[in-house]
């Protein structure tokens, strides 16, 4: 870090970025820095653009508060009481925030935390995405703001495509800049990101513009996937005919932000990650991304890069559980949902002798969870076990006992920012969730981002995967490999 001489009440972290000097604050040991620009606010013509490079500054910013959040609305109820999303007011919504160890270091290992929210929800400012565990522990965090929704990622012919893919790219390359000032090295970056945020980070992988800016990446409860252009496209259409405007950067720009929002939620509630329903994907735009991410990284893409993947063993209650879909859903309605999905009959009598107190809802749910996440990430696993890279799996398993909602989905953030005492963590975890359990977790991933091992095996002919929870955390071959091999994409052969 470059620490200029400056003292206002006491030490106060200042540090020369390539657009001008910015000054944080310093909090218990460790020196903050909020809301700084990667790029120029994506405002007027640049709405529906590229991003831009930042606009330089003179003098000292002040980077003491969380920027800008990109254009959201809530979570829907009961969702929005366990996932908060704070929005902060503004228009310069490119902006990262940086935790770093004080005094000064050189040559720290980095973190780059995307976040999840479906590409409709979520922001840097969430609190349970605290850098300051990770500083404390030797790595420098930084999170990202990207644009979501139909700004981000609506699919249109006069704007490129993958808007907020590029906004995580331009980020990247700030880091790549700048880093080293912050006591970082640019050599040493690991990307990582929850759901959504592992969707991306998984297209990242694939995108040959990305490669040598990250030497490791986690994927937490999120797997490769991406659709054509043509079917990515539906969503946006659907919102331009609520508007009354044609499905064009140029139209959907006249109609001011509030109003597209409203437009955007009446198209996309309803559904979830499991689901389906109207949703926001990324695409396979024949330009930042070439091909299908899924098959890229089976293929080979990304061979140098240490991969951290893993998922929640009940990621659906998060769903399921608070609208009462596991009770709900009839014996008929699964068997309908099967079909849609194709499940092999034979994978859903082991699913069930597994599972014999199981209702339909949950049964649906936990082979819709292994078809999204375990098979397609085990695949990439297998896929990757000729040495070309260094690959390990997790599980987190701990169950938490708010509204029966077990391991769920984004249970295992405040564990892995080991910020159980976060209010945020509270509403999923609880109040007496095991600190120990947290203390591991998050020290193996500040192993990875330093050393790029965990600390146990990597994928192998034993599949081995580390699993975080209920009890204390061991390593397991092959758990519930009889269910792996009922899926017919999956076709394990060893």
Same mark, same amino acid.
């Given at each position: 870090?470059?620490?200029?001489?400056?003292?206002?009440?006491?030490?106060v972290?200042?540090?020369?970025?390539?657009?001008?000097?910015?000054?944080?604050?310093?909090?218990?040991?460790?020196?903050?820095?909020?809301?700084?620009?990667?790029?120029?606010?994506?405002t007027?013509?640049?709405?529906f653009?590229?991003?831009?490079?930042?606009?330089?500054?003179?003098?000292?910013?002040?980077?003491?508060?969380?920027?800008?959040?990109?254009p959201?609305?809530?979570?829907?109820p009961?969702?929005d009481?366990?996932?908060?999303?704070?929005?902060?007011?503004?228009?310069?919504c490119?902006?990262?925030?940086?935790w770093?160890p004080?005094?000064?270091?050189?040559?720290?290992?980095?973190?780059?935390?995307?976040?999840?929210?479906?590409?409709?929800h979520?922001?840097?400012?969430?609190e349970?995405?605290?850098?300051?565990?990770?500083?404390?522990?030797?790595?420098?965090?930084?999170?990202v703001?990207?644009?979501?929704?139909?700004?981000g990622?609506g699919?249109?012919?006069?704007a490129?495509?993958?808007r907020?893919?590029l906004?995580?790219?331009?980020?990247?390359?700030?880091?790549?800049?700048?880093?080293?000032?912050?006591?970082?090295?640019?050599?040493?970056?690991?990307?990582c990101?929850?759901?959504?945020?592992?969707?991306?980070?998984?297209?990242l992988?694939?995108?040959?513009?990305?490669?040598?800016?990250?030497?490791r990446?986690?994927?937490q409860?999120?797997?490769p996937? *991406? !659709?054509?252009?043509?079917a990515?496209? $539906?969503? =946006?259409?659907?919102?331009?005919?609520?508007?009354?405007? /044609? @499905? %064009?950067a140029?139209?959907?720009?006249?109609?001011?932000?509030?109003?597209?929002l409203a437009?955007?939620?009446?198209?996309t509630?309803?559904?979830?990650?499991?689901?389906g329903?109207?949703?926001?994907?990324?695409?396979?735009?024949g330009?930042?991304?070439?091909?299908?991410?899924?098959?890229?990284?089976?293929?080979?893409?990304?061979?140098?890069?240490d991969?951290?993947?893993?998922?929640?063993?009940?990621?659906?209650?998060?769903?399921?559980v608070?609208?009462?879909?596991?009770?709900?859903?009839?014996?008929l309605?699964l068997?309908l *949902? !099967?079909?849609?999905?194709?499940?092999? $009959?034979? =994978?859903?009598?082991?699913?069930?002798?597994?599972?014999p /107190? @199981? %209702?339909?809802?949950?049964?649906?749910?936990?082979l819709?969870?292994?078809?999204?996440?375990?098979?397609?990430?085990?695949?990439?696993?297998?896929a990757?076990?000729?040495?070309?890279?260094?690959?390990?799996?997790?599980?987190?398993?701990?169950?938490?006992?708010?509204?029966?909602?077990?391991?769920?989905?984004?249970l295992?953030i405040?564990?892995?920012?080991?910020t159980?005492?976060?209010?945020?963590?509270?509403?999923?975890?609880?109040?007496?969730a095991?600190?120990?359990l947290?203390?591991?977790?998050?020290?193996a991933?500040v192993?990875?981002?330093?050393?790029?091992?965990?600390g146990?095996?990597?994928?192998?002919?034993?599949?081995?995967?580390?699993?975080?929870?209920?009890?204390?955390?061991?390593?397991l071959c092959?758990?519930?490999?009889?269910?792996?091999r009922?899926?017919a994409?999956?076709?394990?052969?060893?």
């Amino acid at each position: 870090m470059t620490v200029l001489p400056h003292r206002i009440t006491g030490p106060v972290p200042l540090v020369s970025t390539v657009d001008g000097v910015v000054r944080g604050t310093l909090e218990q040991g460790v020196a903050v820095f909020r809301g700084i620009p990667y790029a120029a606010a994506p405002t007027g013509p640049r709405r529906f653009r590229a991003p831009e490079p930042a606009e330089p500054w003179e003098g000292v910013r002040e980077a003491v508060a969380f920027g800008p959040t990109a254009p959201k609305r809530p979570y829907s109820p009961p969702l929005d009481e366990l996932l908060p999303d704070p929005e902060v007011a503004g228009d310069g919504c490119l902006n990262l925030n940086v935790w770093t160890p004080s005094p000064a270091r050189t040559g720290l290992p980095v973190l780059v935390w995307i976040h999840g929210g479906a590409l409709l929800h979520g922001s840097s400012a969430v609190e349970l995405y605290d850098g300051a565990p990770f500083a404390r522990d030797g790595v420098i965090l930084v999170s990202v703001n990207y644009r979501l929704g139909i700004e981000g990622f609506g699919v249109l012919p006069d704007a490129p495509a993958n808007r907020g893919l590029l906004d995580q790219l331009a980020a990247l390359e700030w880091v790549r800049r700048n880093i080293a000032a912050f006591g970082g090295d640019p050599r040493q970056v690991t990307l990582c990101g929850e759901s959504a945020g592992a969707v991306c980070i998984a297209a990242l992988l694939a995108a040959p513009r990305a490669e040598g800016l990250f030497r490791r990446a986690v994927l937490q409860s999120g797997a490769p996937a *991406a !659709l054509s252009p043509e079917a990515g496209r $539906r969503t =946006t259409e659907l919102i331009a005919e609520r508007l009354g405007v /044609a @499905a %064009t950067a140029a139209a959907l720009a006249t109609v001011e932000p509030a109003e597209l929002l409203a437009a955007q939620s009446a198209v996309t509630s309803g559904g979830t990650p499991l689901t389906g329903g109207n949703s926001f994907q990324i695409v396979v735009d024949g330009e930042l991304l070439p091909r299908d991410p899924a098959e890229a990284l089976r293929a080979g893409a990304a061979a140098g890069v240490d991969l951290l993947m893993g998922s929640n063993s009940e990621e659906y209650r998060l769903w399921f559980v608070p609208s009462g879909l596991t009770e709900r859903l009839s014996r008929l309605q699964l068997r309908l *949902a !099967l079909l849609k999905f194709r499940v092999p $009959r034979a =994978t859903v009598r082991t699913y069930r002798a597994n599972r014999p /107190a @199981a %209702t339909p809802g949950e049964l649906l749910g936990a082979l819709a969870t292994d078809l999204l996440l375990r098979v397609p990430l085990n695949r990439v696993a297998d896929a990757r076990g000729d040495g070309s890279g260094r690959t390990y799996l997790y599980e987190f398993g701990w169950p938490s006992p708010v509204r029966r909602l077990g391991a769920c989905h984004a249970l295992e953030i405040g564990f892995v920012f080991d910020t159980l005492d976060r209010p945020d963590t509270v509403a999923l975890t609880g109040a007496d969730a095991p600190q120990e359990l947290a203390d591991a977790m998050h020290a193996a991933w500040v192993r990875f981002a330093a050393t790029g091992d965990p600390g146990w095996p990597s994928w192998n002919a034993s599949r081995p995967v580390m699993v975080f929870g209920p009890g204390a955390p061991e390593v397991l071959c092959a758990p519930r490999d009889d269910e792996l091999r009922g899926w017919a994409p999956y076709r394990r052969t060893s």
